[in-house]
C-alpha cells in the first residue's frame, strides 16, 4: 500500500514557506507560463502559491482572487494588479480568510493554482484544514483549469479533506523528486503532470 492517510500537523505559514524553497521557486517558475497578460487568476493559500506572487507583478494587467492575506500584501505594491478578497474569518495558521466561501467574488477564473497536502488517485488532492478546503473548492469551481503545485513530498500522501478529483484537474507541476509510477497512474488519468528539477 503506497498510499498512507497519515494524521498530518499543519505547519504554520512561516514555516512552510521556508521549507524546499528552490522547489517552490521551479514550480512558480513553471506555473507562471501558464498565465496570460489580463487573465484573472486564482491563488489559494498555500506557500507553494506565494511563490508566484514576485511574478504576477511583471504583468501589466492581471486580477487575482486570493483567500491568503500574505499574497494580498505582497501585491499591494502592484496598482496593475487588482486583488479581490473573499469575505470571512482570519486563520492565523494560514494567514488566510476563510468560513465564508459564498463570499468569494463571483467572477469566472481563467486558471487557479492550487497547493496541497496529498496527492493520490484514491484520496484525490487533499488538504488538512476543513475551512481551507472549502475555499479551495469553490475556488476550483469558478476556474477553467486548475493547477495543483507541489513538491515531491505530497505524493501518496492522503490528507482528511479532498477538494478536488483527478477529474477536476487539468494539470500538476511538482518537483523532481516524484514517484514515476503514481505520475503514470495520474497521466492515465487525463491529468498533465510536469516535473519541474
Not at 2 to 7: F, H, K, V
Not at 17 to 44: N, P, S
Not at 67 to 82: C, E
Not at 116 to 141: F, N, P
Request: aromatic share 6%; with cysteine.
Amino acid at each position: 500500500q503506497r498510499e498512507s492517510a497519515l494524521p498530518l500537523p499543519e505547519l504554520s505559514f512561516h514555516v512552510r514557506v521556508g521549507k524546499q524553497r528552490r522547489e517552490k521557486a521551479l514550480i512558480a517558475e513553471a506555473a507562471v507560463r501558464h498565465i496570460a497578460e489580463g487573465d484573472t487568476v486564482a491563488l489559494d493559500a498555500s506557500s507553494t502559491a506565494f511563490a508566484l506572487v514576485p511574478y504576477l507583478k511583471n504583468f501589466q494587467k492581471l486580477t487575482v482572487v486570493t483567500n491568503s492575506l500574505m499574497v494580498a500584501q505582497s501585491l499591494l505594491d502592484s496598482p496593475h494588479v487588482s486583488v479581490l478578497l473573499p469575505g470571512g474569518r482570519l486563520r492565523r495558521d494560514s494567514i488566510s480568510v476563510v468560513g465564508r466561501p459564498e463570499g468569494l467574488p463571483s467572477v469566472n477564473l481563467n486558471v487557479g493554482f492550487f497547493g496541497a497536502r496529498g496527492v493520490s488517485l484514491v484520496g484525490g488532492i487533499s488538504d488538512v484544514d476543513a475551512d481551507e478546503v472549502a475555499i479551495k473548492q469553490a475556488m476550483v469551481a469558478r476556474c477553467v483549469r486548475s493547477i495543483i503545485l507541489v513538491d515531491g513530498s505530497k505524493w501518496g500522501q492522503v490528507a482528511p479533506y479532498t477538494f478536488a478529483t483527478a477529474g477536476q484537474v487539468q494539470h500538476i507541476i511538482t518537483g523532481g523528486d516524484v514517484p514515476r509510477d503514481l505520475v503514470v497512474e495520474f497521466r492515465i488519468a487525463g491529468v498533465q503532470v510536469e516535473i519541474v528539477s
